[in-house]
């Protein structure tokens, strides 16, 4: 038989075509698959964001001053007392331990004012009133205008002398109470009319 012909079985049939090695089966599953990751609903920050097309009103910077004073004079008697105490019952090295603690916690309530102020922000909608603050422990609330009680607005004798005032809101529920602080004094006497005038007509309008 020449070579490269076909070989011809006895019955006149050629053999089937050659085919290669089969390619290895999936191993079969062992459980039951978990479920696929979800993908993350986004920022925790999103839920503190302003309400779309708004951007939060800030208050004063000078209501980080109104902080960083208040630091001082808390610390100034602290530190008087503490280091006297210390001194005639451990020795120098206790007043000089304890004068290092307060510029420790003077520096580091300084840099605290600073992120308070930045944290607060307010916003006025059509029907409600949203205030946000709180560096460390974030707050949002929504005052309904129809739910105010009465607004006033104070001011300490810090606080009149850096001209700026606090805001509170009082409603029927302690719990939707708010204030906005470190505001002009000029600016918390407007808010407070226009708040006024606007949970006036909401609660005629209930």
Not at 4 to 25: E, F, M, N
Not at 168 to 186: F, S, Y
């Amino acid at each position: 038989m020449p070579p490269g012909s076909p070989r011809i079985l006895p019955h006149g049939v050629p053999p089937a075509p050659q085919r290669g090695p089969l390619p290895p089966a999936a191993p079969a599953p062992t459980g039951v698959p978990g479920p696929s990751p979800v993908p993350l609903g986004g920022r925790a920050e999103q839920a503190f964001d302003p309400p779309s097309g708004m951007a939060w009103a800030r208050v004063s910077p000078r209501l980080t001053w109104h902080r960083r004073i208040a630091v001082l004079l808390w610390a100034l008697p602290l530190t008087v007392i503490g280091a006297f105490v210390l001194a005639r019952t451990i020795g120098l090295l206790g007043g000089l331990i304890w004068l290092a603690v307060i510029v420790v916690g003077c520096a580091m309530g300084w840099i605290v004012a600073e992120l308070v102020y930045r944290s607060w922000g307010f916003a006025e909608r059509a029907d409600d009133l949203l205030v946000t603050h709180g560096f460390f422990v974030k707050h949002l609330v929504v005052v309904p205008y129809g739910r105010m009680q009465y607004v006033d607005v104070t001011a300490g004798l810090l606080e009149q002398w850096l001209g700026v005032a606090t805001v509170r809101l009082h409603t029927a529920a302690a719990a939707t109470d708010a204030r906005i602080p470190g505001l002009p004094a000029r600016d918390a006497a407007v808010l407070r009319d226009r708040l006024a005038q606007k949970g006036e007509a909401r609660s005629i309008g209930l």
